[in-house]
């Protein structure tokens, strides 16, 4: 069984910065990618970015690239998603998700709210 919890949401101005967590309760973390999606209003769940099990490869949606940059501590069996330069088109519920192998993202957290300020 695994479970994800995300932690760091927040209100914050346009221009400012959050970081998320994203905490697993697995054996070995180390096994697991690790994403972070999100879901606006009234919109579908997108994804943000993405970090392999080894932490060497990460990949980012085109509207969060250069602003977002998502970590791995395996010591910590954490994730994180440093967020700056925020807008607030980034106002949305953010979810972390893990998977194995070439699965798709199996295991979910339960979200956490960003809203950003004009």
């Known amino acids: 069984q695994v479970q994800l919890v995300e932690s760091g949401g927040g209100l914050v101005q346009a221009g400012g910065s959050l970081r998320l967590s994203c905490v697993a309760s697995v054996r070995t973390f180390s096994r697991y990618d690790m994403a972070w999606f999100r879901q606006a209003p009234g919109k579908e769940r997108e994804f943000v970015g993405s970090?392999?099990?080894?932490?060497?490869?990460?990949n980012y949606a085109g509207s969060v690239k250069g602003r977002f940059t998502i970590s791995s501590d395996n010591a910590k069996n954490t994730a994180n998603l440093q967020m700056n330069s925020l807008k607030p088109e980034d106002t949305a519920v953010y979810y972390c998700?893990?998977?194995?192998?070439?699965?798709?993202?199996?295991?979910w957290g339960q979200g956490t709210q960003v809203t950003v300020s004009s």
């Open positions: 970090i392999s099990f080894s932490g060497g490869r990460t």
């Open positions: 998700a893990a998977k194995t192998g070439t699965n798709g993202y199996r295991y």
